[in-house]
Nanobody, 115 residues
Framework: QVQLVESGGGLVQPGGSLRLSCAAS????????MGWYRRTPGKERELVAI??????TNYAESVKGRFTVSRDNFNTVALQMASLRPEDTAVYYC??????????WGQGTQVTVSS
């Protein structure tokens, strides 16, 4: 069974930075896509940033130029967040997508941007 373990998150002032990390364990395809989604109360979960194992990326318009997704290997993903805004406050979820297999989600980590 594949599991995702997230770390990072917390409380930060507007304009500050945070880094989220996620590691997958279990039977994982070498070719996959990992990344981050977020959800705020009353809203649907939305894509933040994802990266496949070929280095291709996709970012939400609202985070372009401020957030950077990166991968060290096929089973980890990180999200460096800078210039954080109050509207970035959300629960952030790590996601693993593998062709032909069900999506895997992390437990979620809270990011709060507030003075």
């Amino acid at each position: 069974q594949v599991q995702l373990v997230e770390s990072g998150g917390g409380l930060v002032q507007p304009g500050g930075s945070l880094r989220l990390s996620c590691a997958a364990s279990g039977s994982i395809s070498i070719a996959n896509t990992m990344g981050w989604y977020r959800r705020t109360p009353g809203k649907e979960r939305e894509l933040v940033a994802i990266m496949n194992t070929n280095g291709g990326t996709n970012y939400a318009e609202s985070v372009k130029g401020r957030f950077t997704v990166s991968r060290d290997n096929f089973n980890t993903v990180a999200l460096q967040m800078a210039s954080l805004r109050p509207e970035d406050t959300a629960v952030y979820y790590c996601n693993l997508y593998q062709l032909g297999r069900s999506d895997v989600w992390g437990q979620g980590t809270q990011v709060t941007v507030s003075s």
